[in-house]
């Protein structure tokens, strides 16, 4: 009489990270391919305490080991683009093509070269980037004959407690089941220690003084004895010579033909005694499609047994099965080991007939995909920061491939002024993904800024919070992933009083209370931070109320070798323009600053003027197109062709060589203008160009080395008297010598 064998249906665990890695794999790597990707998961045993017989983590797609994996198995992941195409999908073609790889690896004899091939799964997903839910099918394919797979009795499980001793009512002799179990636990733990993986099949043969011991009527002993088990050879004999020798399958397979001394050790994933895990069906199948052949040779031949029904008297083979539940044997609580063995007697097949299952039931024990939700286990934090990347991310699957959002992520901001165009610059910059943002601004929120400018409400100016504390404070409410400061600096300005002095508060953090003041700060102190400052930011952004107040930062932009934007608004008109360092090879810039197109110096622009000359006065969209192009023009900097802007200076770009930026990828040429400016009385706009003009009472060689000389005095000398930076650069000189010239030029013509 013979026995089905029954198996465990397939189930799938899988941690957080597995989901985390295919999200940023899917964001950053496959982007809109669905051509299958190799990934690795582990085997879990059924004594290890864990949910799922295959169990994939974060480093599944990189095939390194996880601390506690057991067994590797490989297969393939398959993410679509749309929740449509998951239930299109032919999930029957899918896992009968997988079914394919692992019978055409059976054929072959790969399986028994490597048996980890007969483990092979195949999983297909969908991720929703936007809401963190990820559609998943798990199928694990296996071959199952038309005749079924039997064993001649039914399963005969049993314990192994501390000494090795086992605590059943079998008659099988404990110093035997000692030996091979201990062979086998020995053999693991080298295994392990030595950083190798365990097989999923291997074998353990008894050597020859045992089968000389046991040659006497062994197939009697096997069934008289103890009906059922397998890993008891001969008779019982307490001081029998014990030994054994552990094999690959590859090594034992040409002794299938002569198995009454092999045992086969199979992994077992199942937690039930009459049952085996799914991912044994195949090896069984394998010893099925190889029982009747003759030859030692790997190559399958169509099987002269293939119709034998499972009857009594049928011709078949028996093979010996050790399911190992738990290959570490580690103990249960009642300090015990689960061990199966059992006899299968597998009648000759061939493929014919063959049905392939595999796919996992969902939690309703029904054919059908699972969902991981991961929105309530991530940190809303994250969920944030990742959904900001998400967009630009997904600019680089279509739209712009060259985008470098790990580029614009690191650029250090500092914003001087934290007023109209201070709020609609940050807001844009955290829309391209920028994370470190500096205020600067001295000034307090008024009851006219909450409706003009965004980073304000009215509470900011009930309670006269600072402007720079204000905004860094509603920059961490709108994305609390940014790292961001607030200044107080009142930066000093031509034709302004200026106070001499080491000490004061000049700045403070953006969760600085709102009652903090800026405290006798002397201008020197202000001028020494403004300093710091910009030498440790990346980009400065020139966007106060006044002339004059851009004119300190221009220079420290140019002795510090700084990319300076400046947004600059009239009533109906805006400007937008940088100058300062490039950000590619090419040679440095011959942009005109802020300054250059001006042949008089920076006065105090707030002396003798009516409130509404005082204040400005602008059409309120304008600073937010003023900003936009602030942000765009930054963008377009970062990602500028250094070839393309040598040719934009006049140059030829065979200085240059083979280089790339970051990305690895250029644009097409596009130039980036160096003025921006546009009206919307008329709805216009132009970009033009400025040359440096060589005695700039800002950028110019005389101004920027005075600076380096001496900066308290240069900027002491300039807030006493702004004509002494005329004098300075050269201006005065030019000027009467135009006078003269034009006064000669006169004479002549007339």
């Known amino acids: 009489m013979s026995h089905q064998i029954l198996f465990t249906p397939p189930t799938s665990a899988f941690e957080p990270t597995f989901w985390e890695a ?152 404990a110093d035997r089941r000692r ?142 099965i050790l399911a190992l539940r738990n290959p570490l044997l580690q103990k249960a609580t009642d300090g015990t080991v689960d061990v199966t063995a059992f006899a299968a007697t597998l009648f000759p097949n061939d493929a014919s007939g063959m049905h392939i299952v595999g796919w996992e039931p969902n939690e309703r024990g029904k054919a059908g995909p699972r969902v991981a939700d991961l929105r309530a286990s991530l940190d809303t934090r994250l969920l944030m920061s990742q959904a900001v990347d998400l967009n630009l991310r997904l600019m680089k699957w279509r739209q712009w491939p060259q985008l470098q959002v790990d580029r614009l992520r690191e650029q250090r901001c500092l914003l001087l002024g934290s007023g109209t165009l201070g709020c609609a610059v940050a807001r844009a910059l955290m829309g391209w993904g920028i994370r470190h943002v500096t205020f600067v601004d001295s000034g307090r929120v008024a009851y006219s800024n909450p409706v003009r400018q965004s980073l304000f409400t009215y509470d900011d100016a009930r309670e006269g919070k600072y402007k720079a504390h204000a905004a860094a404070e509603q920059v961490l409410r709108i994305f609390p992933d940014m790292t961001v400061q607030a200044e107080l600096v009142s930066i000093p300005m031509p034709g302004h009083p200026y106070t001499q002095g080491d000490s004061g508060h000049t700045g403070g953090s953006a969760s600085a209370s709102a009652g903090v003041g800026v405290g006798a700060v002397s201008d020197e102190a202000a001028r020494a931070r403004l300093d710091h400052l910009v030498q440790s930011h990346d980009i400065v952004f020139n966007l106060t109320d006044s002339r004059e107040a851009r004119w300190l930062p221009t220079v420290l932009c140019q002795v510090y070798d700084k990319l300076c934007i400046n947004a600059a608004l009239g009533f109906d008109s805006y400007m937008v323009m940088h100058h300062g360092r490039r950000l590619h090879t090419a040679p440095s810039s011959s942009h005109g600053c802020y300054f250059c197109s001006d042949i008089v110096a920076a006065g105090n622009s707030q002396r003798d003027r009516t409130l509404d000359e005082q204040c400005t006065v602008t059409r309120p969209g304008l600073s937010f197109i003023a900003a936009a192009l602030c942000a765009e023009l930054l963008v377009a900097l970062l990602h500028r062709d250094p070839r393309a802007a040598r040719r934009a200076d006049g140059g030829d770009d065979s200085d240059l060589g083979g280089h790339n930026d970051d990305s690895g990828d250029e644009d097409s040429g596009a130039i980036p203008p160096h003025q921006i400016r546009g009206n919307v009385l008329g709805f216009t706009q132009m970009n033009l160009e400025c040359p440096v003009f060589p005695f700039c009472t800002a950028c110019s060689a005389a101004v920027v080395d005075s600076y380096r000389s001496n900066p308290s005095k240069l900027v002491q000398e300039v807030a006493s008297d702004p004509r002494y930076l005329e004098t300075l650069s050269g201006i005065s000189a030019m000027v009467q010598d135009i006078d003269v010239n034009l006064c000669i030029d006169s004479d002549e013509e007339f």
């Open 22 to 173: 295919l999200y940023h794999k899917k964001l950053n790597v496959y982007r809109l391919d669905t051509s299958p990707v190799d990934i690795t998961a582990n085997f879990i045993p059924a004594g290890s305490r864990e949910k799922g017989s295959i169990k994939f983590t974060g480093v599944s797609f990189d095939g390194d080991k996880s601390a506690d994996h057991i067994v590797k198995v490989q297969g393939k992941l398959i993410n679509v683009n749309k929740i449509e195409e998951f239930s299109a999908l032919d999930k029957k073609k899918l896992i009968v093509d997988e079914a394919e790889t692992i019978l055409s690896a059976i054929a072959s004899g790969q399986a028994i070269e490597n048996p980890r091939l007969l483990n092979q799964f195949a999983l297909i997903t969908f991720a929703d980037l936007k809401t963190y839910k990820f559609v998943f099918w798990f199928a694990q394919p296996t071959l199952t004959l038309a005749q079924g797979l039997h064993s001649r009795s039914p399963f005969s499980p049993f314990m192994m407690a501390d000494d090795f001793a086992f605590v059943d009512n079998s008659s099988i002799p």
């Open 179 to 320: 030996s091979l179990l201990n062979e086998v636990y020995t053999h693991l733990i080298t295994l392990i220690e030595n950083g190798g993986d365990i097989p999923p099949v291997f074998a353990v043969r008894a050597s020859k003084t045992l089968e000389q011991q046991t040659s006497q009527s062994l197939e009697s002993s096997l069934v008289e004895d103890v009906e059922g088990s397998t890993i008891i050879l001969g008779e019982t004999t307490s001081d029998a010579r014990l030994s054994w020798e552990v094999l690959s399958l590859h090594e034992v397979w040409h002794l299938r033909h002569d198995i009454e001394h092999v045992h086969f050790i199979v992994l077992d994933q199942s937690h039930q005694d009459q049952a085996l895990g799914w991912t044994t069906r195949n090896f069984f199948t394998l010893l099925a499609l190889y029982a009747g052949q003759a030859s030692d040779a790997y190559a399958l031949s169509p099987s002269s047994s293939s119709t034998a029904s499972v009857e009594e008297g049928s011709t078949s083979r028996t093979f010996n």
